[in-house]
């Protein structure tokens, strides 16, 4: 056989081999790319994404969208090949399984957590849209989860709304926690609570519990910590909302969406047009204080957004320097730490009074 045809059929052969090995030899990574992007003022699968009824709404334009990230799910194997490719790609990240799904979480775990933060950043984001209106929203602290064999187990239920903890008044959430821990192993919490089913009949009836019930329990140490005192719930918060509001969106998970969504109630609940017609994205989880909370995958969400159309990007303060690294052509990042910063900027974005706004920068 000449050289040249030996040389040639060795290295055909080496690429085959190569290429069978990109596609055969696994890798711990996942994918990270854009994911859909959806305007929180229109319409997502044949119906409004924000509907509301029991009090006035008005016309609104432009867009105000929800970004998202689309991942590799928990059982996918991905190859070296594809592995490659994603490292080249500029609008993909490959990133260690793990910091997509830590502690060896399944796909359907990871998908339950997803919901559950997706429930609740609606919820956050209807007191944050109110709050910033000024418009009535009443909260109380209840029991969200009892954990089986624990001390609460058969005394509180979820749903019993908190009043006191030692005779103290219980305003937030966190007041719970903070009352029980100081206490030490063993020693008796008192906890004053209204009934589920009182709660429940009150609210029905739109007036205020009278039944109080004060459950005594002796707390126990924390798995993790031998001088951490607990009971063994979980506390949460119910808000009462003054009419209603719905969010309709299918297949999203994770709390990002939160300012997005209360941005699109504060629009709908105004006289005047918020976006002024322009096409505005953003992210960011909420609370029902209206703080903006980082999120992951803001890289992904910004090149997803402007290539749906966007201008302008509502990006997190604590995501401003990865943000602004990279920025896609065309797109300006707005920094927004508060519902209420992204209010304004909004305002100022309708008026065409972009010149100040605060923009991400790189550090």
Known sequence: MPRRTATMLASTLMLIALLCAGVLIKVP?????????????????????????????????????????RVTGADYNMNIAEAVYGWLSHDNIVVPHETLYPDGKTEQQSSQENAEEFSQSQES????????????????????TVFKDSPAEGKLHAGDVIRKVDGTPVKEMTDVADLVTKHKPGQEVVFSVVPV?????????????????????????AKDDDDHAIVGIRAGTDHT????????????????????FALGIVD????????GGKFVAGTGTIDDKG???????????????????????????????TAAKD???????????????????????????????????AK
């Open 29 to 69: 990574y996942s994918e990270m790319s854009p994911g859909p992007t959806v305007n929180t003022l229109g319409d997502h699968g044949g119906e409004p994404v924000l509907q509301i009824s029991g009090h006035k709404t008005y016309p609104t334009t432009g867009h105000l969208n929800m970004t998202t990230v």
């Open 291 to 321: 703080k903006v909370g980082p999120i992951g995958g803001i890289g992904m969400k910004t090149v997803g957004a402007r290539q749906k159309g966007a201008e302008y990007f509502l990006t997190p303060k604590d995501n401003c320097a």
């Open 327 to 361: 920025v896609p052509d065309g797109l300006t990042l707005v920094k927004v730490n508060t519902i209420d910063d992204a209010v304004k900027s909004l305002k100022a974005i309708r008026k065409g009074d972009t010149a100040d706004l605060p923009q991400c920068t």
């Open 125 to 144: 984001a209807k007191v944050a849209a109110l709050r910033e209106l000024d418009l009535p929203v009443k909260s109380q602290v209840i029991v969200s």
């Open 268 to 275: 709908k609940l105004t006289p005047s047009d918020l976006t």
């Open 197 to 221: 089913k009182e709660a429940a009949a009150a609210e029905k009836a739109d007036k205020e519990a009278t039944r109080t019930d004060d459950i005594k329990m002796t707390t126990e140490k």
């Open 241 to 260: 909302f003054p009419f209603t509001i719905d969010i309709k969106l299918a297949d999203v998970g994770g709390p990002s969406a939160g300012l997005m």
